[in-house]
């Protein structure tokens, strides 16, 4: 549960296993999909091409996979937001 100015949120209950999807965007493509490799290892995933900045300087590859726990689910988030191809992590 979460309190923002006076309201309560209640925060969704999320049952694992689940799907989960990961967006990532950085400025390489091939470096994002290396990323992507090196990150997931044998862990079976899916990929999907993103977007292109408008100017073309960054892009976006999106990947799922199947999640056992919220600690799993973060693990993942952590190793592509640390690695030095990507910019952000959605």
Known sequence: MITLDDKTIEKPVIE???EWGYKLIGKDLNALLACIKET???KEHTTKSGNVSKAG????HNVSCMVL???ERDAIF???QDHESVEMVI
């Open 16 to 18: 694992y296993p689940t």
């Open 40 to 42: 997931m290892m044998d």
């Open 57 to 60: 300087k960054y892009h976006s």
């Open 69 to 71: 726990s919220q600690e």
């Open 78 to 80: 952590k190793a592509f």
